[in-house]
């Protein structure tokens, strides 16, 4: 198996050498050219001879590994316990590490040329082990906002208890704006930045250039700048590579577009090796890790990611112009259609950070609550279920269901009305879904 575990140059530990055949060297570039991501995907972190040639990577369902020497399994738990830095360089036990995940964590790595990645159960369980890795009692969080439910939740109810605050800037803020808030929480221990971009469910984006050029000249006297970590799940990593504009660590919901088939729940992390480090220990500490049969349902997903994700992408802009057409739709929050509208900041920063529109946009429906969900029980194709970035469409009332647990003011603040509806397009026909939609409309 090639993993990072595995490595060649960590044969020998005691002066022994590791019996284990070396993986052959990855092959990255041909005559000169650096392969895509795409291509990588295809065998990127594993060699077959490791593997009694099985062309795909088995799976590992395994609680632990055999060390090779009392040396080598010294030198890995001096890694896994933080005693030396980088983490383990062997494989230890399933709750720190295994061939699948690692393997998932080198492809995960090279869609945004990030120096290291991490794999988890869940994008719930990336955010929070992120957030206990970097916060204490006393620090403060500065965050975008809108955020996925759950994170606010997690920010402001649970971290709160523990004596963690935070101020938070509008998705689409100004560098002004951001001046504003990061000089205010100056005056105390920043520890995190947390920025999600597009942001769910609203689709606005945060200019994170103009959020790193704020920490960069705000904290340019402190022993250390607080990291800038961002939610990357709406667009990422085919439209949108946040570490480019300045992120030191980018997060997902795998569950999302890289897994893509709604059979799977997990989470990434990737970025920075200095930070991936100290949210390593604190993954290995909780066992946030996801399992091995999920990194291998992932590994054999990111292999169509490229094709799924254009797909998806083609029939969104397809569906949007018909809805933006409709009598019955106030209007649809849809970033393909920044471009030539009224909120030319909004355009300035997708024209700097995206290279493609999506597939989920939020969907704004003349009335209320009642029109909303008469439009979404009388879908017939697309599906009336939370999540996003699947092959089906899927459609939802995040007033009512996501975002529910959100104060009503805070929701109206961020605009999260009662007629919006979330979508998320499929890789389904095009013509047939607009047909779909056609018709729930009729319904209300």
Partial sequence: MMTKSNDPGHDAVDGRTDPRVAPRPEVDRIGGRKLKPATLMMGHGYDPALSEGALKPPIFLTSTFVFPSAAAGKRHFEGVTGKRPGGAEGLVYSRFNGPNQEILEDRLAVWEEAEDALAFSSGMSAIATLFLSMVKPGDTIVHSGPLYAATETLIARILGRFGVHWLDFPAGATRAEIDTVLGKAASGNVALIYLESPANPTNALVDV????????????????????????????????????????????????????????????????????????????????????????????????????????????????????????????????FLEGGKDERQADIYRRHCTGAGSTFSLYLKGGEAEAFRFLDALRIAKLAVSLGGTE????????????????????????????????????????????????????
């Avoid at 930070?275 to 946030?288: P, S």
């Avoid at 091995?292 to 949007?320: D, F, H, I, Q, Y």
């Avoid at 007033?399 to 109206?412: E, Y």
């Fill in 209 to 336: 250039e103009a959020v790193a050029a704020s920490r960069d000249a705000i904290f340019a006297n402190h022993a250390a700048k607080p990291p800038i970590a961002i939610d990357n799940t709406f667009l990422g990593p085919l439209w949108h590579k946040p570490l480019k504009q300045g992120a030191d660590i980018v997060v997902y919901s795998l569950t999302k577009y890289a897994g893509g088939h709604s059979d799977l729940v997990a989470g990434g992390g990737l970025g920075r090796k200095d930070h991936i480090d100290t949210i390593r220990l604190m993954r290995n500490t909780i066992g946030t890790i996801c399992d091995p049969n999920t990194a291998w349902m992932l590994l054999r997903s990111l292999e169509t990611l490229e094709l799924r994700m254009s797909r998806a992408g083609e029939n969104a802009a397809k569906v949007c112009a018909f809805l933006a057409e409709h009598p019955k739709v106030e209007r649809v929050g849809y970033l393909g």
């Fill in 393 to 444: 469409t899927l459609a939802s009332h995040p007033a009512g269901m996501t975002h529910l647990s959100v104060p009503d003011a805070r929701k109206q603040a961020l605009g999260i009305t009662d007629n919006l509806v979330r979508i998320s397009i499929g890789v389904e026909d095009a013509d047939d879904l607009i047909a779909d939609f056609a018709q729930a409309l009729d319904a209300i």
